[in-house]
């Protein structure tokens, strides 16, 4: 029987495209394999998204070759699209698949293997995508959370940013084929869907016949949708971009009790001269603004966020003004970045590069910032009643318990003798288990 090993890189986005290409694998007849181990088909879902992801994309191409040179190489995705042919090393894969056509390739697969000559489409990269790729997944009974992309592409094309040029301008699933896959995750099982996107706060710019009276109109509509359909007990939101908070917009969110409090906003920088180089496209009073927005409507939301230092130029009172911002904000975590250099951006140009050493020690600084701030949020959640979905087993101290998730996404154990997974309960956060997990006394 055929085997079919598959590497992920990057976002939640290619983590979903990668699951598709692996059930159109599955459906071929292929088995799956650990991608350590010998297969007859790798496929490499790349990232592009720093020149240190490319590199990564390159050696897990060639890792595949050393495995089994005689094995069919894909690489797929954001590296190759950007890269394109003169940039490709020969031999590093026998087939390319650009970001729109990942959804062909068994067929590209099967042309190969008639022909053993190299398979690619170079020329529908050209310009980036324009179409809307209808990969879809599915979900069996062991799964808990299932992630939905509805949205490709970026419009927004900000200083330090590729992805607009690796995933094309903004497209849009059309609502039906994302409920037909919402029902279909349902009916195998799934408790919860994660919505996602490479800018899921545009979802539906690209539609004639979508109302848009208030941003974010056209996500809500699905949204609404999904919350109607049985089965589904929890939706949780992918990255917003701050101008889609509204108080309409959060109303509405507030208004169904399937949606998860739990929102990452990306802020990528607390100085507003920092974010106008970045050419980001609110302040952070705005920012703070919309925070407050959410707090308005849910009883304590878990906001999160993404934080780039060492931008070009950034100065030293700069990211002390970053610093004095995000420690007002009192979020639940922050995923911290340290700026890398993007060949093809108009970042990489910019004068005023920092030093590694000086990105290093602003990073340990709002790390340590945001390990304090999560502790915070979660110890206030102690003394709380709240719903678990469980997901595993963990032993601890001699002692069985079942781990999952509450709705704000805080990890949580729950006593048990038996395998519960994708189960809701509720009960008390009594609080530690571990230093991050926490315990609850279920009802």
Known sequence: MKKAALHNLGCKVNAYETQAMQQLLEQA??????????ADVYVVNTCSVTNIADRKSRQMLHRARRLNPQAVIVAAGCYVQTAGPDDIEE????????????????????QYQRTSAPVNDWEDMNGGSKQYESLRIKCTSEHTRAFLKIQDGCNQF????????????????????????????AENGCKEVVLTGIHLSSYGTDFSDISESFAGEALLQLIRQIHEIPGISRIRLGSLEPGIISEPFVKELAGMEKLCPHFHLSLQ?????????????YSTREYADRCGILRSFFDHPAITTDV?????????????????????????EMHIFKYSIRQGTKAAAMEGQIAETVKARRSA????????????YRESLVGEIKSVLLEEALFHDNKRYEVGYTTEYVKIAVESQQDRANRLVRGRIAGHLTQDIYLMVEF
């Open 269 to 281: 920088s607390g100085c507003d001269t920092v974010l106008r180089r970045m050419n980001r496209k």
């Open 365 to 376: 600084r709002l790390l340590a910032l945001g390990e304090k701030m999560s502790v915070q």
């Open 91 to 110: 031999g590093i894969a026998d087939i390319i698949l650009g970001n729109n056509k990942k959804e062909h390739l068994i067929p590209m697969l099967e």
């Open 308 to 332: 780039i230092v060492g931008f070009p130029g950034e100065t030293q009172e700069e990211f002390q003004e970053t610093e004095r911002f995000l420690e007002q904000l009192a979020l639940y």
């Open 158 to 185: 900000c200083s330090y940013c590729i992805i607009p040029y690796a995933r094309g301008r903004v497209r849009s699933r059309k609502p039906q084929e994302a409920l037909q896959e919402v029902r279909r995750l």
């Open 29 to 38: 007849g292929y088995t799956i394999v650990p991608f350590q181990d010998q």
